[in-house]
């Protein structure tokens, strides 16, 4: 199986910065991308950052020059690193491993930005 942990999230300031990580684990063989999706009340799912097996990146119009999605293959890891954070941004945040077509979600992590 496989297995995503998301961790990082919390409370703060806007203009303030949070750095989100992905620890994945299990039967990873081949992965086809990994990305950041966030879903805030009432609102459906949308992605915010992913990044390809060969290291392209693409990110929302929203995030564009804010969030940086990264990895650390030696850790089995990947990150969003989130600057200048806006009360917009708040919501819970998934990790996402797509795998041979399939698809694979962590728990989510909270995300709450005040004023």
């Known amino acids: 199986q496989v297995q995503l942990v998301e961790s990082g999230g919390g409370l703060v300031q806007a203009g303030g910065s949070l750095r989100l990580s992905c620890a994945t684990s299990?039967?990873?063989?081949?992965?086809?991308?990994m990305g950041w999706y966030r879903q805030a009340p009432g609102k459906q799912r949308e992605s915010v950052a992913t990044i390809s097996s060969g290291g392209s990146t693409d990110y929302a119009n929203s995030v564009k020059g804010r969030f940086t999605i990264s990895t650390d293959n030696a850790k089995n890891t990947v990150y969003l690193q989130m600057n200048s954070l806006k009360p917009e941004d708040t919501a819970v945040y998934y990790c996402?491993?797509?795998?041979?077509?399939?698809?694979?979600w962590g728990q989510g992590t909270q995300v709450t930005v005040s004023s």
């Open positions: 299990g039967s990873i063989f081949s992965i086809n991308v």
């Open positions: 996402r491993l797509t795998q041979r077509s399939r698809q694979y």
